[in-house]
């Protein structure tokens, strides 16, 4: 069953010409695309903020004590 969202992107592509319908899915190709990679994004970070922010705290720690040592970039 077709959501009414989706009857609906039906609905205004049925009045466009074949090329332009061939365009708008393409489109639609891309952005669900790039929807579908923020929302890997967005499950990966949640599953890693902990981890995130127990490295923060740790290297904070580590500055607070003079244990850090300030990157040397020409060293990358």
Known sequence: MLSTAIDEVIKIMEVLPVELQ????????????????????DESFERTQDKLIMAAKRAKQEIAEGKAVELDYNLL
């Open 22 to 41: 061939n365009q708008l899915v393409e489109h639609l190709r891309e952005y669900v695309t790039d929807l579908q990679d923020d929302q890997k994004w």
